[in-house]
Structures are given as structure tokens and as C-alpha cells.
């Protein structure tokens, strides 16, 4: 056998489900608005969820390199219907690199292109899911209404 162990972590063999999709950037320093935004909607954060987080998150569904890119990225939210959420979270933050200097004038704008393709995809897959959409500012959260 090819592997040194590192430590021992025991992960539950069973399947689970989630109550939302979190669908974001990697920017470390936005991720904890996903833990508390769980705590402000009484889940509790101990309870399983799954995170998509790519680079510029929202701007892989609404700019995508290509179809194919965004093909990948539908993929990967196909694969968490195994785990029946109820909603899909898309998360914008302030001043994300991924951007560039594109970064959009009207960042509830840039969600509502990603919620409406994101929402497209689930009607083509008959899968019946909320999409909501949260933007980070510097020193705030705002859902977009
Ligand atoms: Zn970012």
C-alpha cells in the first residue's frame, strides 16, 4: 500500500441529505457568512450542507469560459440532488478577483442572471428547488429580494 496514514477522522458511511446548497467563491475570508447565515435561518451549523465553491462562484454560471465550462458546472450542482436540497444559495462578495476589473456596477443584477440560469437548469431537470441570492459587501450580507 502506497499510503501513510496521516491521522484517523470517522465520516458517517451513510448517505445524507442537506437543506441547502451554498454556491460560491473560494474567498476564505467570505466563507464564514455561510455559518452564520445557517445560524440566522435556525439551521443548525452542525448539520450537513453542501458547498460548490470555485473561483468568482455566481460568475461561473453567468460568465462562463464556454458552454462546456458551464456544462461542468451544472454538472456539479446535478450531482447534489442526491442530496435533496431544498434551496440553492448564490453568493457574490464584494471585490472578488475573479472578476478582474469586470467586476459587476450591479451586483444584485449579476445574481439575478445566475439565479434565472441556475433556475432554467432545474426546470430542464425537473428538479424543484428555491434559489436564493446573497451578496457580500464589506461589512454586510444582503439578500437579494
Ligand atoms: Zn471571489
Known amino acids: 500500500m502506497a499510503l501513510k ?3 484517523s477522522v470517522v465520516v458517517a458511511e451513510n448517505h445524507y441529505i442537506v ?16 455559518k452564520q447565515f445557517r445560524i440566522n435561518q435556525d439551521e443548525d451549523p452542525n448539520d450537513p450542507f453542501d458547498p460548490i465553491n470555485i473561483p468568482g462562484g455566481v460568475k461561473k454560471l ?8 458551464l456544462a461542468d458546472v451544472l454538472a456539479d450542482i446535478k450531482i447534489t ?3 435533496k436540497p431544498e434551496e440553492y444559495i448564490l453568493i457574490l462578495h464584494n471585490g472578488c478577483a475573479a472578476y478582474g476589473d469586470n467586476f ?3 451586483p444584485e443584477d449579476e445574481l439575478r442572471k445566475g439565479k434565472k440560469i441556475l433556475e432554467d437548469f432545474l426546470a430542464r431537470e425537473s428538479y424543484k428547488a428555491k434559489v436564493r441570492m446573497i451578496f457580500k459587501d464589506w461589512d454586510k450580507v444582503y439578500e437579494v429580494v
Open 5 to 7: 496514514e496521516l491521522f
Open 19 to 34: 437543506k441547502r446548497v451554498f454556491l460560491g467563491c473560494i474567498d476564505w475570508r467570505f466563507l464564514r457568512l455561510v
Open 62 to 69: 453567468v460568465r462562463p469560459r464556454s458552454e462546456d465550462a
Open 81 to 83: 440532488f442526491g442530496h
Open 104 to 106: 459587476p456596477e450591479v
